[in-house]
């Protein structure tokens, strides 16, 4: 199934709202010119589900101010304004021209040999990395997350 695209005027939002979060810089195309109907029904037919998020981030209620649209769009519904940024940076970057311009080629099929040790490993460079233990973000606050032991004391 096939998800509906903008009409005329949500399309028009779009290609703003695209011009404003990627704009055309170091010889790099602007989003407002790369993500063109092609781009959008690419990225809607391989992702259904952000089909009604973007309906209701270019709903024209929000106005014609790009900056002022992203700012009500953050307060007020966060994941709609996520899938509408995943949705300009998806049609942007799986654009032909702009991979090349980037020289990435896409995914490549790589021969692996299971039983082949990796440099890295047979440099020891691994070994500070397995000794500290692993290191993380906590998602809810963004500061640097630490292992608790089964007591659930810190640091363990």
């Known amino acids: 199934m096939t998800a509906p695209q903008p009409d005329a005027a ?7 709202i695209a011009e404003h979060l ?6 790099m195309p602007s989003a407002g010119e ?7 029904a690419f990225v809607l037919g391989s992702r259904p589900d952000l089909a009604e998020p973007l309906r209701a981030a270019l709903r024209p209620d929000l106005g014609d101010d790009v900056p002022a649209r992203l700012v009500t769009l ?15 940076v998806a049609a942007y970057y799986t654009d032909g021209g702009v991979r090349e311009r980037l020289g990435y080629p896409g995914q490549l099929a790589l021969t692996v040999d299971p039983d082949a040790v990796p440099e890295y490993v047979r440099e020891g460079l691994i070994e500070q990395a397995r000794a500290r233990g692993p290191v993380w973000r906590d998602p809810a ?5 630490e292992k608790e ?7 363990a």
């Open 34 to 40: 790369v993500v063109t109907d092609e781009r959008l």
């Open 22 to 27: 990627i704009p055309e810089a170091h010889g």
């Open 141 to 145: 606050t963004g500061r640097r997350a």
């Open 149 to 155: 032991d089964s007591d659930g004391r810190v640091g």
């Open 10 to 16: 949500a399309r028009a939002r779009l290609a703003a």
């Open 74 to 88: 953050a307060a007020d519904e966060p994941g709609t304004l996520a899938s509408l940024q995943l949705v300009i």
